[in-house]
């Protein structure tokens, strides 16, 4: 087996992975890079040929990293298919028409606005390019629903286990006939955390896999756990209302909104928060939420009981409210606070979030609450890490607005549970890690080597390919 990593291998963005056995080749995932703007582009468009000739095209989950280039590929000529779970069908759908949308856009305001940008001459793909896309998805459903393999080409089979992470994520182990026997690998896709409000636990692989592919965003820390926000948040809303400030909140319109949305409703509920209008400025966000409702089957049972019960859909309540057309989000401009505007993209690299940011950052009493993962050159780590002006489309604005740090909404799996997934693989040989900033990787390799356990374990590299 040959494995080559073309993406998210010391970086968390960009996913790709190409296995090669026996003259099959499948490549997992192809993810869009997402860092400074620049950069972004020259990797984004330089999608390497060898990919567009794959066979076949296992998906691990939705998340823009994971399947943003999809319609790239096809638009290069990939002809094969495209496998993954029912729901993150559904939601690749959305987030790649988004991201189409965006790049649109985005594309057009430059040119209104003559930023001096350096700009290519098109946009990586266009709304067009998403028919034929999805016209290559094939469904396999999740392990824990069948137990059998499903074979996507000859000689090559694919079960995929709940990931956790995002609704329809899912960790793919692959089943290679070779003259030596079959051959597996697992590679564990984005791994989420166990006892999360919406979704279900994380799945361990029951097969007998000698090589894994495994995340490592966060393989140098444990989480806390998502009660202790609870208590900020509910400050922050009180100070907001005194203060009459808007509260800002940058989140994936994939996860981290759903959740929010959900924790507010549960303390709106039990009177714990003051009410203020809050709004999802996120046209993706929304139609997420209606792929919610489609794939009741896909979350977990327990946390949603309660909202059911009472008649309720748990994302959405009174005084919450859904923006659908541009105007009602450029009216949040003019609308003062208090208020809470929840908007993506999550990284805020683009979409709406940055006209938010770029209204209301100068301003003192507002607040930016960051609740998800942000990627190193993004504007979301800028701001993360504390710097005092931002560049948005060029223009240097002063951060005055008080900036949030919240750790606790991670829907990625802590050092610990990432270990403990590995350690539940029978017959495990070898770990890559993957998706992982330098130093993260390098703690967890460390981890892993220093546990006693018996694998061999390396740091993939951009580009390196490995055989064994
Ligand atoms: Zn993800």
């Given at each position: 087996m040959k494995v080559t990593f073309y993406g998210a291998a010391g970086g968390v963005t960009g996913s790709k992975h190409l296995l090669e056995v026996n003259g099959k080749r499948v490549l997992l995932d192809c993810g869009m890079f997402q860092g400074n703007r620049k950069e972004s582009l020259e990797r984004n468009y330089h999608l390497p040929m060898e990919l567009v000739d794959v066979d076949a095209v296992v998906l691990s989950h939705a998340h823009l990293d994971h399947c943003g280039l999809l319609p790239r590929l096809v638009k290069l000529g990939y002809k094969g298919k495209i496998?993954?779970?029912p729901a993150t069908r559904d939601i690749a759908e959305l987030i790649m028409s988004d991201s189409a949308h965006i790049q649109e856009q985005d594309f057009k305001w430059m040119q209104k606005e003559h930023l001096k940008l350096e700009q290519p001459a098109e946009p990586l793909y266009e709304m067009d390019d998403i028919p034929p896309t999805m016209d290559a998805f094939s469904f396999v459903p999740y392990a824990h629903e069948?137990?059998?393999?499903t074979e996507i080409l000859p000689g090559v089979r694919l079960k995929l286990y709940e990931a956790g992470h995002i609704l329809g994520s899912a960790s793919p182990v692959l089943e290679f006939d070779s003259a030596n026997g079959p051959q597996r690998i697992c590679f564990s896709g984005d791994l989420g955390?166990?006892?999360?409000?919406?979704?279900?636990?994380?799945?361990?692989?029951?097969d007998e896999i000698p090589t894994l592919l495994l995340e490592s965003t966060y393989g140098n820390r444990e989480h806390k756990t998502r009660e202790t926000a609870l208590g900020r948040i509910k400050?922050?809303?009180?100070?907001?209302?005194?203060?009459?400030?808007?509260?800002?909140?940058?989140?994936?319109?994939?996860?981290?909104?759903?959740?929010?949305?959900?924790?507010?409703?549960?303390?709106?509920?039990?009177?714990?928060?003051?009410?203020?209008?809050?709004?999802?400025?996120?046209?993706?966000?929304?139609?997420?939420?209606?792929?919610?409702?489609n794939h009741r089957h896909d979350y977990d049972n327990d946390a949603w009981k309660d909202f059911l019960e009472k008649g309720e859909f748990p994302l959405f309540f009174d005084g919450l409210t859904y923006t659908k057309s541009t105007r009602e989000s450029m009216d949040l401009n003019t609308k003062s606070g208090p208020m809470m505007i929840i908007s993506a993209a999550g990284m805020c690299e683009?979409?709406?979030?940055?006209?938010?940011?770029?209204?209301n950052l100068e301003n003192p009493n507002n607040i930016?609450?960051?609740?998800?993962?942000?990627?190193?050159?993004?504007?979301?780590?800028?701001?993360?890490?504390?710097?005092?002006?931002?560049?948005?489309?060029?223009?240097?604005?002063d951060v005055k607005a008080r900036v949030e740090v919240f750790n606790e909404f991670s829907a990625h799996a802590g050092a610990n549970e990432l270990e403990e997934f590995a350690e539940n693989i029978p017959g495990l040989e070898?770990?890559?890690?993957?998706?992982?900033?330098?130093?993260?990787?390098?703690?967890?390799?460390?981890?892993?080597?220093?546990?006693?356990?018996?694998?061999?374990?390396?740091?993939?590299?951009?580009?390196?390919?490995?055989?064994?």
């Open positions: 496998f993954c779970t069948t137990n059998d393999w955390r166990k006892n999360t409000p919406l979704l279900r636990d994380p799945d361990y692989p029951k400050k922050i809303i009180h100070e907001a209302v005194d203060n009459r400030s808007k509260i800002i909140v940058p989140a994936f319109a994939l996860g981290r909104t759903q959740e929010l949305v959900y924790t507010l409703h549960r303390m709106n509920d039990e009177g714990e928060i003051p009410a203020i209008p809050i709004y999802v400025d996120s046209p993706l966000a929304s139609r997420v939420t209606q792929v919610f409702r683009a979409g709406r979030i940055r006209h938010h940011l770029r209204n930016v609450m960051m609740i998800g993962f942000m990627a190193a050159n993004t504007l979301g780590r800028k701001l993360v890490e504390g710097a005092d002006t931002v560049n948005i489309w060029g223009t240097p604005y070898r770990v890559f890690l993957v998706h992982g900033e330098p130093t993260q990787s390098k703690a967890l390799e460390e981890r892993l080597k220093s546990n006693g356990h018996k694998w061999t374990v390396r740091i993939a590299e951009e580009e390196q390919a490995v055989a064994f």
